[in-house]
């Protein structure tokens, strides 16, 4: 008799686990964008830029971001990666803007892109494609992480 109450604790413990993560929100993922990219300090091997980001928050609840880690990519070639520690809240339908360090090695990367636009016969693009991806770590919630893969492009000035 007492396998039969083991197996139906763990059977029912099961169950209201389940029953509690579908009762759990379902957060849409967040559209982050690149505003505005600058140089702030550089040399040949190293570059720290600052990145202006855009979060957009598709959900009928409010986000409070605690971070984001992220690999970024610029046509392709991989840029930077690293954490934004930044504290920062998402209205419900809303948007916020804040600011990401990136500390990245450019000339690999600008190397390559001179390299292939070369092979092409193109003169300089106009814009590079990028591609950020990661997760959002949220402070409060059953959901702690929500993951985010967007694409667009930076035009060159």
């Not at 992220?70 to 209205?91: A, C, K, M, N």
């Not at 991806?133 to 967007?150: H, I, M, S, Y």
């Given at each position: 008799?007492?396998?039969?109450?083991?197996?139906?604790?763990?059977?029912?413990w099961a169950t209201l686990l389940a029953?509690?993560?579908?009762?759990?929100?379902?957060?849409?993922?967040?559209?982050?964008?690149?505003?505005?990219?600058?140089?702030?300090?550089?040399?040949?091997?190293e570059q720290r830029l600052k990145a202006?980001?855009?979060?957009?928050?598709?959900?009928?609840?409010?986000?409070?971001?605690?971070?984001?880690?992220?690999?970024?990519?610029?046509?392709?070639?991989?840029?930077?990666?690293?954490?934004?520690?930044?504290?920062?809240?998402?209205?419900?339908?809303?948007?916020?803007?804040?600011d990401m360090n990136i500390t990245a090695?450019?000339?690999?990367?600008?190397?390559?892109?001179?390299?292939?636009?070369?092979?092409?016969?193109?003169?300089?693009?106009?814009?590079?494609?990028?591609?950020?991806?990661?997760?959002?770590?949220?402070?409060?919630?059953?959901?702690?992480?929500?993951?985010?893969?967007?694409?667009?492009?930076?035009?060159?000035?």
């Amino acid at each position: 008799m007492m396998p039969f109450v083991r197996v139906f604790a763990i059977v029912a413990w099961a169950t209201l686990l389940a029953g509690c993560a579908a009762l759990g929100p379902k957060l849409r993922t967040p559209d982050l964008s690149i505003i505005d990219v600058q140089l702030v300090k550089g040399d040949l091997f190293e570059q720290r830029l600052k990145a202006r980001m855009r979060v957009q928050n598709p959900n009928a609840i409010g986000l409070a971001v605690r971070g984001i880690t992220y690999t970024i990519e610029l046509d392709g070639q991989e840029l930077g990666r690293g954490l934004s520690g930044s504290s920062f809240f998402v209205p419900p339908n809303g948007e916020a803007e804040f600011d990401m360090n990136i500390t990245a090695n450019l000339a690999g990367t600008l190397l390559r892109l001179v390299d292939r636009a070369r092979k092409s016969g193109g003169g300089p693009p106009n814009e590079l494609a990028y591609r950020l991806r990661g997760e959002v770590q949220l402070d409060k919630g059953l959901l702690r992480t929500v993951p985010f893969d967007q694409k667009g492009a930076i035009k060159l000035r």
